[in-house]
């Protein structure tokens, strides 16, 4: 079943978000197998960052590397994971 994960994170700003991505590809972990879309904005206090999944499982596997890399740039936000009910493209 496919999820949407959800991240806020309060006074994150976008050279901090561009700095997680590129530690993210040097760690060969810059397009996680089962991750199809990802949306990273500012918000109103920092960063907001949607990622649809395939499955949990395979976001599980991608958090293996990303909560590390997260907790080394700083970030304390945990996402909040729920069931996709629909996707509409185009």
Do not use: C
């Amino acid at each position: 079943m496919a999820i949407v994960v959800e991240f806020n994170q309060p006074s994150m700003t976008a050279a901090q978000y561009d700095s997680i991505l590129t530690d993210l590809d040097q760690k060969g972990a810059g397009t996680p197998d089962g991750r199809t879309f990802h949306v990273g904005a500012p918000s109103a206090d920092g960063w907001f960052v949607v990622d649809v999944w395939e499955s949990r499982e395979q976001f599980d596997s991608f958090a293996a590397v990303l909560v590390p890399t997260l907790q080394a740039a700083g970030m304390t936000a945990a996402p909040e994971v729920r069931p996709v009910h629909n996707i509409i493209t185009g």
